[in-house]
Structure formats: structure tokens, C-alpha cells
């Protein structure tokens, strides 16, 4: 028996060490590519716990690389999920928070890995944000190359720039002859936690070429030593393909020069003032580390040499650098002079590179514009010249902040033969003009020279030299070249082949363009025709000068016809560009040949000015059928609104605007919709809208006011579980004496559930009483009158009295209304008024909610009142208790025939001290409400049952929902109450994109102390559920278990239990999250000091109740009013007939929808109606509850 664990390569051969981290599978499941860096598929995504081999090797333990999670809770710094799973449960690699004197470095080591190829390359994504604006420093990310001999090469550094989300960025390896390992740096003196991550790394095209099974290399190709096989092209071009130095021999007639030693024969002499220095890496200071190429390209090492230019020191005094070659003799088209060498163009210092012929003049024959990235690129160029020239290599050098252009490994073929003669130049080109405005007014997409010089090389078609603005950047064996015919009137840019070793896409850029305005748009004819059934695939993308390269904006694959001139148009969507941006075609053919050809014509750039809107704020008001109207995406965000279809308030089976966070693809915490600017003015207004926030972790929907320097303003927010169905909003919008915008915001705090909004309108007048209001950002048009004044404040911002947190977020910096009812400011008998704006009547009875906090010995009385416009107000509610440090609820019902009314809460002082009394969360629902202690049927709300939004508490909420409503979650085919996909009931789905084990708690109202009080409700949890239900008493902090249903199954099931208590207290319905099924609660009953058996058991109960005055008060102004009602309900009645008409026989264009142009929002009608109750078809039994005798009890935040 031979024991393989001392000798591992004898029994598995595929796993020897010079095959282990090759990036080649040699075992069948690829076992020796295991922790490598990468696991299967030569990716790491951070889930395995071994961290694919990757080690935390930092130095100083109070700075380091840590494998976590988002966590529960939308965090204050770092990632919101992380990239590859999009969820808090998944996992990436983040640096924990550092603050120190010194600067700090963390570091991330790799396996160490076998020799790679030259078209090895790392693509990963990595998340830079300073959270915390301290400030992000020179160098917060880079990687670094240690190979075998210990030396080191810088081979990325991406822009210190601040963004929250992730970013992708690729990282060329190059040809390594070594083993070696990379490793991932943060260099920070202070910084938050998470807020330099990397996730989702993987390595592309690293292997070194591999033998064909049982063949010989095709011809045309050159067969390396170790058996791989390399196309003749790269035979003698100064890098080692074949892994073995095979395609690098007997190059002898090939002159290369890699200025290891010195400068071979070329000469640095220029007229410029600014010179090109042989140097290497290692001459360049570390305290510069975004200077230099990071390697040479000879030996991909620090020590390497090379020719570099950048901007000096002492400033730039020329923007252009040359240096030529010796004479050379005269070359003909059988015998061209054949040039390779190979470029690095790195920051926005570089401005380009141009390969000249100078004979008696100077003329280009190659450029290669712009910054290409943090990789050396192959270049080849052919000379034909019949008399004695030599080639002038020249830079342009921009005075910007960082990057530079370096030259290594020029190689002349046998054909580029030394000359005796000199060359004499008769002419010298004429410097170019000077830029005719400043460089960020060039392409804005404003003429702003004579002429519109300015615009004239942009991209645009329409400009005679447009075109040539589009610059070639491919580093690949593919790019873009002009093919223009004066004669012929013809251009268009076409995809051949190219020189390059990166097997990426072919790219061309405009230059730097914007900012844009929302409407604009690129417009183009594209072809990509040939015999293949398919030809290629051709995409444009945006470049942002600040947020890096975005998503494909647009794309196409396959083919547009066989014949040449079958063109397709296409219009693509730009939209706002806050700043300076790229635009680019990346495109790449499955064959180069004539057989095939990819080409893109007439690109023309429309409506792109900054301050260009289409149309007026009036089309603010939209339904969202067919556009998007006033609104446009703000593309800065993390993420877009889209529309869907089947789900909107309008037609009820049109389309509405929506924000999905189950959405497997959203990344980010936030996407935002913006208003065309608004004009400034002196009247108030009121945004309406309808609106959604449906699911167990939503987020929140936020609407906001931006002014002309960008500073935001919440004009109203909403988060947390509304149930799945349609909410009224009315926003206040104050008068602006300057320009400016409105925004709706989704902001994501988790992953499971839906945004949306519909009907939104903007009026010319203040809101009346909104339906809902809790004071966030706003204060809803309540004003504040009588002895001492009522303050919209936080938690945050309270010192002796008050509310530490809000209802509505259960946090500090939640806000209330609060007024201070302490003898020394509000004596004994004083009074205190908030009053709502004016609402408009109506025939049907409403509910009033609130929620309410008083605090201290005597701290007033609060009574609510209803208060007509004309005749004497109504009390509807009244409460004068301590109520100690809770937030409780009160309702009361308003009638007010048609009468317009107005909402006043009133306090009156007791001279107690150090006392307040605070209200949040005031809502109107359009329906009586429900006596304490009757079932709540879940069919006209939630009945003063709450999710609470404490995140101590818990992660998840209840919703609100129905079968027949619900088109996502796998949700009970039938309500309880109803019996029918109709019906209601509260709802907890095991979705996977939410970690198994999170709780979600439904809170009652505030209950006084009791000898005995029924509790009973209906749950239904499927056999396929391994959720839990808990039930618990809450007081004082203490949560008292009263049962526990993890077994369950089958249809809905009937529970009742007795509660004592010797304190107030709270029910609490829990359920805990589990992998699968769902839990589901309806028909919630409570009899309060009456017990199970029907026995009364508290004969004084002692609470806040409604007002009955109220009602008697409201029967006498229906009399006094009665014929004023009479006709209004005429009018009523003849309106309704005539929508019922409308509904009942639709026209063609009813049937359709309504159109943006004529909607306009009924901001009185009640849009929701509920059916009446139904008896349940199905005939249930009790369950017998037992509550075991060690009850049990825990602390909670």
C-alpha cells in the first residue's frame, strides 16, 4: 500500500508543483488550480472561507484586509452588498477602519503562481469611498508583481477618486517568467471601515499556449519548444510568446534596442525644451506613485529601462518631446522598413503618440492617441520612403495631474538599413494653433469659437473633420481605422486587424465631451455583414471622467445582412452627464476577413447641451404609459427607475415606474429620478403622487429639493413594509426664488422588494392635509400657534425633554413635532395649538391615526379636534396620562359631510416639569375606524399593528398583501377573512435574498396592565416552511415568550391564548426568516380584560379613547349643513355616473391608458375600495395551545 499523503505528485501526477497555479486544469476536476488565487473557472469570489489561497499579510495589525459582510444593516461606510452574490450575505474583501499619525498599509497576498502568458490580465471590482471625508490620499489601492527574484513592478493604479458603488477594472499581468504572487496594497492614514474592497476577481487568458492533441501547428504557425504553437506575426517582436524564448531566437537581422544598457543609436536630441530620459522604475521616488510606467516591458520588473517623458518638475514649458533614429536608407513597397515597438500611455498627462518620417519635410505616418491604461501596447509601423529619412517618435504631454508616456523595445527589421547620408529638412511644419477657448469648453456641445472651432473635432459627422476625432485605442489584435473618400463623399469608421496582444475588443474614443443635458442622444447607421451567421458584436459605452468606465449603453450581435449596404439606424440615449465624458465603440469580429466587416457611419450627437430641456415643468405630471415625461435618470446613481408593465395606479394594467431591490443585477445603495429644472417663484407647491414600498427589506422612497450649488433638501420620505398597494403622497414644495429640481430617490437598505410610483402631478398650489405625515424633512404645512410654540425636531437634537427617537424610523434622527409643556416656559392652564392646512370634505367617514409620546409628571392634556372652516370644532380624541418614555397610538373618527375642515391637536399645560408632549405619524385612512378589541380582518389596514423600524429589533417586515395582487412571492392562494385570492393577510416570505434566521417583528398598541386578555389569530405556514412564529409579550424591554409554532403545515390554523400582565405592555408577532416557504397571519383578535373563556377579568381598564362627543358635535353640523350636502352629493352622484360611464364603455383611447398630456390627478377621491367581509367557506378548529410553565424571557435594545 503506498502512502501518498509524504508523496502527492507520484499519486497524482496532474498535481506535481510545476503544474499546480498554471492556469491550466491537467486533473479532470481541475484539482491542481485549487487556491490558486482563483478557484474553478480561475475566479474568486470570496465565498469559500479559504479565501482562494489569499493571505492578509499586512504588517501593522490596526490596519488591515479583512473577509466580511455587509451585515444586516445598510452600513455607514463601505459596500452595500458586495458585488458578486448582491446581497448582505455575500462576501468580498474590505480594510478595516484605520486612524493613526502615520500612514498605514495593508496587504493582500496571492498564492504563489506559475510563469504566465503575455496576454495575462486580472479583471476584479473594487469599491473606493471615503465615507468618512477624510480624504482618500495619493495611493488607497494599487497591486504590486513580486516574482521569483524578489523584485517588485507596480502593474495598477486606479484613480484616487470617491465613488459609492462598485467599479470594474482590469489589471494586465503581462508575460511573467517566473513564479510569482500579486499583491493588493491600501495605503491610508484614516479611513472608514470597508471603504477600499475588492470582490470578483478573475484571471483571463494566462496560460502559456498548449500543445495540439495529436497534431502538428497549422501552417503559418511557429511550434514552440514546450509544443504550443504561435502565429508567425508574433515571431521576433520583442516578446516571448511561446513561454520558452522558441519565437525570440534567430532574430538576428532585426535590430532591438531595450535600452537596458544604453540608447542603441537613438538619438534624445530634440528642439523642444521638453526631453525624453532613459531611466527605469526604480529611479522614480515612491513618494510619486502614480509617475512612470510602474515596469519596463523587456523584463516586466522595476529595474528595466525604457524612455519616458512627463511633465517636469518645474512645470511644462513645451507640451511636445521627440527623439529619432539614425539616417536611414530609401525602402520600397516590396521592402518596407518595418518598426515595432511597444508603448505605455498612462494618465491624463498623456495627450498621444505620432510616429514621423522626416526627409526634406516632416510627415506623420502613425498615431496612437491618448491614455490607454496601465499596460504596455505593441505597435507596428510600416515605411515606405525613396530617399534617405529617419523616424521621429514624438509625444504630447498635457499639464494635468499624473500619468506620462514611455517607449521600450524598438525593433527595426532587416529592411530598415543605417545610411552614410544625412538628412536636411527644407521645411518645417508649422506649430498647431492655440485652443481658441479654454480646454473644459472644447466639446461642450456650445459653438463657443468663430466658426464653432470648438465643436468641430468632437466626433460629430456633421463637421467635416468630426470623424477624424474619433481616436483608436484598442490594445487588442482588432481596431478601428477612418476610411474616408472626398471624391466618393464617404466615411465611416470599419474594424481590422491590428498588431496588439490583449485579446480585447477594439475601442475608439471621442475626446473628452459635456457635461450633457437629459435629452441627449447618439444617433448612428451601423453594418456588420459578411457569409458567417454571425459576425460580431458592436456595443457604445460612456467613459466618465470621474465615475470610470459605465455599463454598455447599447449593444448589438449577430449581423445586419450579407450585402455591404445593409445598414440598421440606431438612437441611443446619453442623457445628463454631470461631468466631462467619453463616448466609445467596442466591437469585436468573430473573423476578420472580406467575407465579413464590421462598420459604423453618420454618428451625429443631438440635444447634448447642459442647459438644453425639451420641454416645460407642466409635463412634471405623468402617468409613465409611454415615457418618462418631465423626469429623467440621474446617471450618477448607483441604479435606474424602469418601467414595468401590468402594475400601475392609473388603468390598473398599465405601466408605472419601479425600482426592483430583488433584481439580481442592482448593485449600490441608491437611483434616482429627476425633474427638468423648475423656474423659481413666490407660490407654494404640491407634488402628488401615488406609491409603493412592498416587501420584508425594501428601503426607503425619498423625495427631494435640489438648488442650483447641488445641495439636497428631504421634502418627504417613507421606508419600511406599506403593504402591496397603492399609497396617496401629497409633498409640499416651498416657493424658490432660485432654479432648481426635484428628485425621487430610492434608497436601498436591503434586498427583497419593490419601489414604485405613478401619477405623479405637480400643482400650483399648497397641499391640503396629507394622507400621510411623518415629519421627515417636512412638517407637513402644520402650523404652530398659542402660548408656546410647537418645534419640528429629532432625537438627535434633544437635550432634557423629548422623545430620544422618532416613531416612524425608531432612530435619533428621526423627526416629530414636540412642544415643551415644563412649568418654567408653559405654565398651569396655557394652551399650545397644531393645526394641519385646510382639507377638503368628504361624505365618508375617515380614520384618523397618530402616534403620540408624553413625558414627565403632569405633562398636559392632548385633545385632538376636528375644526370645520366655518362653525365650531369637534373633539375627537383626548388623553392626559404620563405615558412614560413610549411612543403610543390614537385614532378617532372624522365626519364631516362636505365640509372643509382642518386638523388641530391642542395641549393644555398642568405645570409639571421637565415635561413634553410629541406627535408623529399622523395618517388618514378612508374608512371608520375599528372599535378596540374587534378582529382586524387586515382588509382596511393594519389596525394600529406596526412593524417596528428599531434594527436592533429586527431586519425584515411584515407585508401587507393578497394573492391575486402579489406577483413575485409564492404567497397563500387564499386569505382567511375572505376565503378568496381577494383577501388580505400579513405576510413573511423566505426569499434567498435575504439571510435565513432574520426576524421580523408585528408590534399591537400599548396595553394596560391585565388578569387576563384573549389573544387570538390565524397562521398559515406550508410543509415546505422552515420558518418559526413566535408570539411574545413586550414591557419595560423585556420580551416574554408566550408561544412558539415551528410545526405547522396545511391550511390556515386557529390560535388563542390568555395574556396577564402586571405591567403595560405590547403583543409581538415575530417570525424568523427560514431558507424556504413562508409564514402568513390574518384575522388578528384581541379582547381586552375579557380571557379566552369569556370571563371578564378587568373591571376598570384605564386608556386613551376616542372623543364620543365627536360624533354627536358632527351629527349637528350635518344638520345645519344638510342642504348644502344634498346638493353636493347631487353633484357627486351626476360625477360618478359619468366615470362609470367612462369605465363601462371605454373608448379606444381610455382602453389604452390615459395620455401624459391630459392626466390630471384627483387628489380628493378615494382611489382604494374595499369589498365588503365575507363569511369563510371553510369550517376550522382550535389548536390546543399550551404555554409551558418556564416561560421564558429576554432584554431586548
Given at each position: 500500500m503506498i502512502v501518498c499523503s509524504y508523496i502527492t505528485a507520484a499519486c497524482h501526477p496532474c498535481e506535481s508543483p510545476e503544474r499546480r497555479c498554471d492556469f491550466v486544469c491537467d486533473c479532470s476536476e481541475c484539482d491542481d488550480e485549487q487556491n490558486c488565487g482563483y478557484l474553478k473557472g480561475f475566479a474568486c469570489d470570496f465565498e469559500d472561507a479559504g479565501l482562494c489561497g489569499w493571505?492578509?499579510?499586512?504588517?501593522?495589525?490596526?490596519?488591515?484586509?479583512?473577509?466580511?459582510?455587509?451585515?444586516?444593516?445598510?452600513?455607514?461606510?463601505?459596500?452595500?452588498?458586495?458585488?458578486?452574490?448582491?446581497?448582505?450575505?455575500?462576501?468580498?474583501m474590505g480594510v478595516t477602519e484605520v486612524k493613526s499619525a502615520t500612514v498605514s498599509t495593508a496587504v493582500l497576498m496571492s498564492p504563489s503562481m506559475q510563469q504566465s502568458s503575455p496576454t495575462c490580465r486580472l479583471r476584479l471590482r473594487y469599491f473606493m469611498w471615503d465615507s468618512g471625508?477624510?480624504?482618500?490620499?495619493?495611493?488607497?489601492?494599487?497591486?504590486?508583481?513580486?516574482?521569483?527574484?524578489?523584485?517588485?513592478?507596480?502593474?495598477?493604479?486606479?484613480?484616487?477618486?470617491?465613488?459609492?458603488?462598485?467599479?470594474?477594472?482590469?489589471?494586465?499581468?503581462?508575460?511573467?517568467?517566473?513564479?510569482?504572487?500579486?499583491?493588493?496594497?491600501?495605503?491610508?492614514?484614516?479611513?472608514?471601515?470597508?471603504?477600499?474592497?475588492?470582490?470578483?476577481?478573475?484571471?483571463?487568458?494566462?496560460?502559456?499556449?498548449?500543445?495540439?492533441?495529436?497534431?502538428?501547428?497549422?501552417?503559418?504557425?511557429?511550434?514552440?519548444?514546450?509544443?504550443?504553437?504561435?502565429?508567425?506575426?508574433?515571431?521576433?517582436?520583442?516578446?516571448?510568446?511561446?513561454?520558452?524564448?522558441?519565437?525570440?531566437?534567430?532574430?538576428?537581422?532585426?535590430?532591438?534596442?531595450?535600452?537596458?544598457?544604453?540608447?542603441?543609436?537613438?538619438?534624445?536630441?530634440?528642439?523642444?525644451?521638453?526631453?525624453?530620459?532613459?531611466?527605469?522604475?526604480?529611479?522614480?521616488?515612491?513618494?510619486?506613485?502614480?509617475?512612470?510606467?510602474?515596469?519596463?516591458?523587456?523584463?516586466?520588473?522595476?529595474?528595466?529601462?525604457?524612455?519616458?517623458?512627463?511633465?517636469?518638475?518645474?512645470?511644462?514649458?513645451?507640451?511636445?518631446?521627440?527623439?529619432?533614429?539614425?539616417?536611414?536608407?530609401?525602402?520600397?513597397?516590396?521592402h518596407p522598413c518595418k518598426m515595432i515597438m511597444y508603448t505605455h500611455q498612462f494618465g491624463p498627462r498623456s495627450g498621444g503618440l505620432t510616429v514621423l518620417v522626416a526627409d526634406k519635410s516632416i510627415t506623420p505616418i502613425w498615431e496612437r492617441g491618448g491614455a490607454l491604461g496601465d499596460v504596455w501596447v505593441k505597435a507596428e509601423v510600416e515605411i515606405v520612403n525613396n530617399s534617405t529619412f529617419q523616424i521621429l517618435i514624438m509625444a504630447a504631454v498635457r499639464d494635468l495631474a499624473y500619468g506620462g508616456i514611455a517607449v521600450d523595445d524598438i525593433l527595426?527589421?532587416?529592411?530598415?538599413?543605417?545610411?552614410?547620408?544625412?538628412?536636411?529638412?527644407?521645411?518645417?511644419?508649422?506649430?498647431?494653433?492655440?485652443?481658441?477657448?479654454?480646454?473644459?469648453?472644447?466639446?461642450?456641445f456650445h459653438p463657443d469659437c468663430e466658426g464653432a472651432a470648438d465643436e468641430a473635432q468632437c466626433g460629430d459627422f456633421s463637421y467635416s473633420k468630426g470623424s477624424s476625432a474619433w481616436t483608436d485605442t484598442s490594445i487588442g489584435s482588432q481596431s478601428w481605422v477612418l476610411h474616408k473618400n472626398s471624391t466618393a463623399k464617404e466615411e465611416y469608421l470599419y474594424v481590422t486587424k491590428a498588431p496588439g496582444q490583449q485579446l480585447t475588443e477594439a475601442q475608439t474614443q471621442t475626446p473628452l465631451l459635456g457635461p450633457s443635458g437629459p435629452a441627449c442622444t447618439l444617433s448612428f447607421d451601423f453594418s456588420l455583414t459578411g457569409n458567417p451567421a454571425h459576425i460580431g458584436e458592436l456595443s457604445v459605452r460612456v467613459i466618465d471622467s470621474m465615475l470610470g468606465v459605465q455599463p454598455k449603453l447599447w449593444e448589438f450581435g449577430g449581423k445586419t445582412g450579407i450585402g455591404e449596404a445593409e445598414w440598421q439606424h440606431a438612437e441611443v440615449a446619453i442623457g445628463a452627464r454631470k461631468h466631462r465624458f467619453q463616448l466609445a465603440f467596442e466591437s469585436r469580429a468573430v473573423k476578420l476577413c472580406p467575407c465579413a466587416k464590421i462598420k459604423v457611419k453618420n454618428v451625429y450627437f443631438s440635444g447634448c447641451h447642459a442647459n438644453?430641456?425639451?420641454?416645460?415643468?407642466?409635463?412634471?405630471?405623468?402617468n409613465f404609459e409611454d415615457r418618462l415625461c418631465g423626469w429623467y435618470q440621474d446617471n450618477s446613481d448607483n441604479f435606474d427607475w424602469t418601467q414595468l408593465d401590468g402594475m400601475d395606479h392609473t388603468i390598473g394594467f398599465g405601466k408605472s415606474l419601479v425600482v426592483d431591490m430583488w433584481s439580481s443585477s442592482l448593485r449600490g445603495a441608491f437611483g434616482r429620478l429627476l425633474s427638468l429644472p423648475l423656474l423659481p417663484g413666490h407660490t407654494d407647491k404640491c407634488l402628488t403622487f401615488f406609491y409603493k414600498i412592498y416587501g420584508p427589506n425594501t428601503g426607503s422612497l425619498n423625495v427631494k429639493?435640489?438648488?442650483?450649488?447641488?445641495?439636497?433638501?428631504?421634502?418627504?420620505?417613507?421606508?419600511?413594509?406599506?403593504?402591496?398597494?397603492?399609497h396617496e403622497a401629497h409633498c409640499p414644495v416651498p416657493h424658490q426664488l432660485t432654479a432648481h429640481q426635484l428628485m425621487f430617490e430610492a434608497v436601498r437598505s436591503g434586498f427583497d422588494g419593490r419601489v414604485a410610483i405613478d401619477d405623479v402631478?405637480?400643482?400650483?398650489?399648497?397641499?391640503?392635509?396629507?394622507?400621510?405625515?411623518?415629519?421627515?424633512?417636512?412638517?407637513?404645512?402644520?402650523?404652530?400657534?398659542?402660548?408656546?410654540?410647537?418645534?419640528?425636531?429629532?432625537?438627535?437634537?434633544?437635550?432634557?425633554?423629548?422623545?430620544?427617537?422618532?416613531?416612524?424610523?425608531?432612530?435619533?434622527?428621526?423627526?416629530?413635532?414636540?412642544?415643551?409643556?415644563?412649568?418654567?416656559?408653559?405654565?398651569?392652564?396655557?394652551?399650545?395649538?397644531?393645526?394641519?392646512?385646510?382639507?377638503?370634505?368628504?361624505?365618508?367617514?375617515?380614520?384618523?391615526?397618530?402616534?403620540?409620546?408624553?413625558g414627565g409628571e403632569n405633562p398636559g392634556s392632548l385633545s385632538v379636534y376636528m375644526k370645520p372652516v366655518k362653525g365650531e370644532r369637534v373633539k375627537i380624541f383626548t388623553d392626559s396620562l404620563n405615558q412614560g418614555d413610549v411612543w403610543r397610538h390614537g385614532n378617532g373618527n372624522i365626519s364631516t359631510s362636505i365640509a372643509d375642515w382642518q386638523l388641530q391637536f391642542e395641549v393644555i399645560g398642568r405645570g409639571g416639569k421637565d415635561t413634553h408632549v410629541a406627535i408623529d405619524d399622523i395618517s388618514l385612512s378612508a374608512h371608520p375606524c375599528e372599535n378596540e378589541g374587534s378582529k382586524c380582518s387586515l382588509e382596511r389596514g393594519m389596525c394600529g399593528w406596526s412593524n417596528t423600524q428599531n434594527s436592533n429589533r429586527d431586519q425584515l417586515d411584515w407585508e401587507l398583501t393578497s394573492h391575486e395582487a402579489d406577483g413575485h412571492y409564492s404567497t397563500p392562494l387564499e386569505d382567511h377573512t375572505l376565503g378568496t385570492e381577494k383577501g388580505h393577510f400579513l405576510f413573511l416570505p423566505s426569499s434567498n435574498r435575504t439571510a435565513a434566521n432574520q426576524k421580523a417583528q408585528l408590534l399591537s398598541p400599548h396595553f394596560p396592565p391585565t388578569k387576563g386578555t384573549c389573544l387570538k389569530f390565524w397562521a398559515l405556514k406550508p410543509y415546505s416552511s422552515d420558518s418559526q412564529l413566535k408570539v411574545w409579550t413586550l414591557s419595560k424591554g423585556l420580551l416574554k415568550e408566550l408561544l412558539e409554532v415551528s410545526e405547522l403545515g396545511g391550511p390556515w390554523r386557529r390560535f388563542q391564548l390568555d395574556i396577564i400582565s402586571t405591567e403595560e405592555y405590547q403583543i409581538v408577532f415575530e417570525g424568523i426568516k427560514g431558507s424556504s416557504g413562508a409564514l402568513a397571519l390574518d384575522d388578528i383578535e384581541y379582547t381586552i380584560g375579557i380571557n379566552c373563556a369569556k370571563k371578564v377579568t378587568d373591571v376598570d381598564k384605564t386608556s386613551a379613547k376616542p372623543d364620543n362627543a365627536g360624533g354627536i358635535a358632527a351629527s349637528i353640523i350635518v344638520v345645519m349643513l344638510l342642504i348644502g350636502t344634498l346638493i353636493a352629493l347631487l353633484v357627486y352622484y351626476l360625477r360618478i355616473q359619468r366615470r362609470v360611464t367612462t369605465l363601462t364603455n371605454p373608448s379606444p383611447s381610455t382602453a389604452a391608458g390615459f395620455s401624459n398630456d391630459t392626466y390630471e390627478p384627483d387628489a380628493t377621491e378615494n382611489h382604494v375600495r374595499i369589498p365588503p367581509a365575507q363569511n369563510h367557506p371553510m369550517a376550522a378548529g382550535f389548536n390546543n395551545v399550551s404555554v409551558s410553565a418556564g416561560v421564558r424571557e429576554r432584554e431586548v435594545a
Open positions: 493571505k492578509e499579510q499586512s504588517l501593522n495589525a490596526a490596519y488591515k484586509w479583512e473577509r466580511r459582510q455587509r451585515g444586516d444593516m445598510m452600513p455607514h461606510s463601505g459596500p452595500s452588498s458586495d458585488f458578486t452574490i448582491g446581497t448582505a450575505s455575500g462576501w468580498f471625508e477624510t480624504g482618500l490620499g495619493s495611493s488607497p489601492l494599487w497591486a504590486s508583481v513580486i516574482q521569483a527574484n524578489a523584485q517588485q513592478a507596480v502593474v495598477w493604479r486606479p484613480e484616487a477618486t470617491s465613488v459609492r458603488g462598485w467599479r470594474e477594472a482590469v489589471i494586465f499581468l503581462g508575460r511573467i517568467a517566473t513564479t510569482f504572487q500579486i499583491h493588493l496594497y491600501s495605503h491610508r492614514s484614516e479611513g472608514q471601515r470597508g471603504d477600499i474592497a475588492v470582490d470578483q476577481l478573475e484571471f483571463l487568458d494566462c496560460a502559456l499556449p498548449l500543445p495540439l492533441p495529436g497534431k502538428e501547428c497549422p501552417e503559418g504557425m511557429l511550434e514552440c519548444k514546450r509544443e504550443g504553437c504561435v502565429a508567425q506575426r508574433q515571431v521576433c517582436d520583442g516578446t516571448d510568446d511561446c513561454g520558452d524564448g522558441t519565437d525570440e531566437e534567430n532574430c538576428e537581422d532585426h535590430r532591438r534596442c531595450d535600452f537596458e544598457k544604453d540608447l542603441c543609436d537613438w538619438d534624445l536630441r530634440s528642439l523642444s525644451k521638453l526631453k525624453w530620459v532613459r531611466m527605469s522604475q526604480g529611479n522614480i521616488p515612491i513618494s510619486d506613485p502614480v509617475k512612470g510606467p510602474g515596469r519596463d516591458h523587456s523584463s516586466n520588473s522595476a529595474s528595466g529601462h525604457f524612455l519616458y517623458v512627463t511633465v517636469p518638475d518645474d512645470g511644462l514649458l513645451q507640451d511636445w518631446a521627440a527623439f529619432q533614429s539614425p539616417p536611414l536608407q530609401p525602402t520600397n513597397s516590396t527595426l527589421s532587416s529592411e530598415c538599413r543605417p545610411s552614410n547620408e544625412s538628412v536636411t529638412l527644407e521645411k518645417i511644419p508649422k506649430s498647431p494653433k492655440d485652443s481658441c477657448t479654454e480646454p473644459e469648453m472644447m466639446c461642450d438644453y430641456f425639451p420641454s416645460s415643468s407642466t409635463e412634471l405630471s405623468c429639493l435640489i438648488d442650483t450649488n447641488g445641495y439636497e433638501e428631504v421634502l418627504w420620505t417613507r421606508s419600511g413594509a406599506h403593504g402591496n398597494m397603492w402631478a405637480l400643482l400650483a398650489r399648497p397641499c391640503t392635509v396629507p394622507r400621510v405625515c411623518s415629519f421627515e424633512g417636512q412638517d407637513c404645512g402644520y402650523k404652530s400657534s398659542g402660548q408656546a410654540y410647537w418645534v419640528h425636531r429629532s432625537g438627535h437634537t434633544a437635550t432634557v425633554t423629548g422623545p430620544k427617537t422618532d416613531h416612524s424610523l425608531e432612530t435619533e434622527l428621526g423627526f416629530y413635532m414636540m412642544v415643551n409643556t415644563g412649568r418654567s416656559s408653559f405654565p398651569a392652564g396655557a394652551t399650545a395649538a397644531l393645526t394641519s392646512p385646510i382639507r377638503q370634505g368628504t361624505v365618508k367617514t375617515e380614520c384618523l391615526h397618530f402616534w403620540y409620546h408624553m
